[in-house]
């Protein structure tokens, strides 16, 4: 699974899917054990707790992901490391932050006039 080759938690994680085969196995329930994850598990057809969640792998699907073959799982990680921290954090806006990134949002800030132009 993909999730294996690419985690590298800092501090303590919270994960939401909605409940299915693949995350209430056992085998993923002593992957969060030993790595100091809350699973947050949803029932089918839960769309508001699950809504950012589903962007985000809809967002990264399509403008990483499938934009070309991966070679390997090494290649995979490092783009998709160089993705989400210098691009999907701190360059790409996002609607359900009033159009903040990521990294503006963290700072403090809560709409986007509060930015200097």
């Not at 990264?60 to 995979?76: F, G, N």
């Not at 993705?83 to 996002?94: D, G, L, S």
């Amino acid at each position: 699974m993909l999730w294996r080759w690419l985690w590298r938690p800092v501090g303590r994680v919270r994960l939401f899917f909605i409940l299915t085969g693949a995350v209430t196995s056992g085998g993923f329930a002593r992957f969060c054990a030993a790595h100091n994850v809350i699973r947050s598990l949803g029932r089918t057809g839960d769309c508001f707790g699950n809504a950012v969640a589903e962007s985000f792998n809809a967002t990264y699907k399509k403008e990483l992901v499938h934009t070309r073959p991966w070679p390997d799982m090494a290649s995979l990680r490092k783009a998709v490391f160089e993705w989400v921290e210098r691009y999907y954090n701190r360059a790409r806006r996002h609607s359900y932050l009033g159009y903040l990134t990521i990294a503006e949002f963290e700072l403090g800030y809560t709409h986007i006039d509060q930015l200097a132009a």
